[in-house]
Every structure is written in structure tokens, then in C-alpha cells.
């Protein structure tokens, strides 16, 4: 999907990703040990993000190393989404193309809003019974690979989320930049460095071959925050 084919759609979110990275490029340490590395501004920063999408949606591996919740951070920004026109409270997408979700995850077990996951066909029938019981809808968006247009699109119709924000990881990032799903990047640069080749990075997974098939994008803000950069990057259409 083309960047003029999702700007002409009026069937699908407007798509957010917000991550924080390293000066070297890195979420998280290449063991995932440490994967929260940003200063309280940069959280508070999250949680405005969230107070103003209707969804926030999250990888498997993501939801469960970090014990998110995916929730509004308090009264405050519940607030915050109030003055938006928003639900008070978000809801949270999981994605998971083998549906290898731990039971015990710490988001299943503050029901505060609707749960969706979002996986294929692979997923074993027993698994499936078990996801089902977990969350408020499991929908199957494809044979083996997550289609993100059509998932998205259902997000939108069965939803109605017009804005979702992405928290990663880096393969789901990678997945919708393919698509040419995102349409604005909300990056914190922090003054740190990791290292380590296999550390995870904004978009991982396959990438591209060729520069002609790289996603383009505008930078539309660059904030200085003590020793840290907040800049947004819009999709260049």
C-alpha cells in the first residue's frame, strides 16, 4: 500500500508509532533486559500520545517483557481523553501471528477495557479456545502472516478507531512500515548507547532491499527536553 493509497482511504486509522532509542539506535538492550530507559518526561509523553487514540496496540513479546498494561496512566490523561472526545479509557490490541501468548501476562489480568488480538491461521485450535477466553475478541487476519490493511481496516469498522498508536516492537513496527500503514513517528533520542548487533531497533524483521522501496518521511518537530530530543516524523505524501 502506497502512502496515496492510505491517504485516500477513509477506512483506515490514522497510524501513530512512539518509541524512545538510544543514540546508537537501539529500544532495548540486545538480552531485552533493559527496555525502559527514557526520563519521566519521556513516559508522560506515552501516555498523552495515548490520550489521544481510541486504540494502542502492542506485539506480543512487547506486552509481555515490559508488564504493560497498555492503560491511560490516571485520572489525568483519562481527562486528557475526555477533552479529546475519546472513551475514557483506550483499547488495547495485541498482535500475535502464532498466538503464543503467556496466560499469565499481567494485561490480561486488568479488564478496565476491551483486549483484541490480532492473529492468523497458524494458531493451533486449543490456543485459539485459550485466547479466546483471555480476551474480549481474537480475530484471524490472515493464512500465515498478519494482513495489517485488512486488520486495520477492521479496527476501524468493527471499532471505530480512527487513531491508533503503535508501541512496537521493532518487528510489528517493521510490518506496518511494509504496509505503508504509518503515518507519523512521535521518537524520543535519548543520550545513551547500547551496542550489541542483535539489539532490537525501531523496525526490524526483513527490511527492504532496495532504497527506492524506503518509507519517506518529514521531520515536523525536533523539542529539547534537558538532555533529551522529542521529534515527530510525518508521513511524506
Known sequence: MSSKSKAQSPK?????????????A????????VHSFGSARDRAHLYELRATADAVMCGARTVEISRSILGTGGGKFRKQRLKHGLAEYNLRVIVSGSGSL??????????????????TERVPPKKLIQLRRLAG?????????????????WLRTKWGVKRLLCEGGGELNAALFRAGLVDEI??????????GRTAPTMADGLGIPRLAEATDFNITSIR??????FTVFSRRI
Open 26 to 33: 537501539k529500544i532495548a538492550t540486545a538480552n531485552r533486559a
Open 102 to 119: 503467556d496466560p499469565d501476562t499481567e494485561i490480561f489480568k486488568n479488564h478496565f477495557s476491551p483486549i483484541i488480538v490480532l492473529t
Open 224 to 229: 529539547r527536553f534537558d538532555g533529551e530530543l
Open 186 to 195: 512521535n521518537l524520543t533520542l535519548c543520550p545513551k548507547i547500547f551496542g
Open 137 to 153: 475478541e481474537v480475530k484471524i487476519c490472515g493464512k500465515t502472516e498478519i494482513n495489517f490493511p485488512t486488520a486495520l481496516r
Open 12 to 24: 483506515l486509522p490514522f497510524v501513530l508509532v512512539n518509541l524512545a532509542m538510544t543514540a546508537d
